[in-house]
């Protein structure tokens, strides 16, 4: 390919696919101009570092992946909603392991403020979806916590072979759905505050 013919986009667009191909930590300046068939040289016209690269990948994978979470749900609520996020969440982690392994990533707070558009549609779908089971704050927040870590438990140990029992994991993952479903309908009220300590000083 000429060295004319890169761009930033493409660069990111084929380390993400080597990323899914081979894994995000086989993901190199060297691997991806070897693909290009270009120098290392070459790619820092596009991308300032590896970790600039690796910070690109996963904001493409945030992307898509809320793209497809968003069209999944369109038009959908409660357990129907739930149920179709859950899926298209699934779905992508599992076609793309490099690119969903790069949306785990710690991204700086400044590329958050540059790029913010998937992410804010990702909270504004999950918390919409959520506050659809008449959950509020601090509610909310506490419930999306309990579906990433369910969501993103299930499909890193499925992915990496994790789940030995002969049971279908297909079936084990919707009866996981349908009991997050069960308890968000049911969702515990707030405990209350127990007792000051006699050594807890007063408010």
């Given at each position: 390919?000429?060295?004319?013919?890169?761009?930033?986009?493409r660069?990111?667009?084929?380390?993400?696919?080597?990323?899914?191909?081979?894994?995000?930590d086989?993901?190199?300046?060297?691997?991806?101009?070897?693909?290009?068939?270009?120098?290392?040289?070459?790619?820092?016209?596009?991308?300032?570092?590896?970790?600039?690269?690796?910070?690109?990948?996963?904001?493409?994978?945030?992307?898509?992946?809320?793209d497809?979470?968003?069209?999944?749900?369109?038009?959908?609520?409660?357990?129907?909603?739930?149920?179709?996020?859950?899926?298209?969440?699934?779905?992508?982690?599992?076609?793309?392991?490099?690119?969903?392994?790069?949306?785990?990533?710690?991204?700086?707070?400044?590329?958050?403020?540059?790029?913010?558009?998937?992410?804010?549609?990702t909270?504004?779908?999950?918390?919409?979806?959520?506050?659809?089971?008449?959950?509020?704050?601090?509610?909310?927040?506490?419930?999306v916590?309990?579906?990433?870590?369910?969501?993103?438990?299930?499909?890193?140990?499925?992915?990496?072979?994790?789940?030995?029992?002969?049971?279908?994991?297909?079936?084990?993952?919707r009866?996981?759905?349908?009991?997050?479903?069960?308890?968000?309908?049911?969702?515990?009220a707030?405990?209350?505050?127990?007792?000051?300590?006699?050594?807890?000083?007063?408010?």
């Open positions: 390919m000429a060295r004319a013919g890169l761009t930033a986009q660069v990111t667009l084929a380390a993400a696919d080597l990323a899914d191909t081979a894994g995000l086989h993901v190199t300046i060297t691997a991806v101009a070897r693909g290009f068939g270009v120098k290392d040289a070459s790619l820092y016209s596009h991308v300032r570092s590896l970790q600039d690269l690796r910070h690109r990948i996963a904001l493409l994978a945030a992307g898509e992946l809320v497809e979470i968003g069209a999944a749900v369109a038009g959908r609520s409660g357990r129907d909603a739930l149920i179709a996020f859950a899926d298209a969440y699934r779905a992508y982690a599992l076609a793309h392991p490099g690119r969903y392994a790069a949306t785990q990533l710690q991204l700086p707070p400044e590329l958050l403020t540059a790029d913010p558009v998937a992410f804010r549609r909270y504004e779908l999950t918390y919409g979806m959520l506050r659809g089971y008449g959950l509020s704050e601090p509610d909310l927040t506490d419930a916590r309990v579906l990433r870590s369910t969501f993103h438990g299930f499909v890193s140990l499925e992915a990496t072979g994790g789940f030995g029992h002969p049971r279908d994991v297909a079936q084990s993952w009866r996981a759905v349908e009991a997050l479903h069960v308890l968000l309908e049911h969702w515990p707030m405990p209350p505050a127990g007792p000051a300590r006699e050594d807890t000083p007063a408010p």
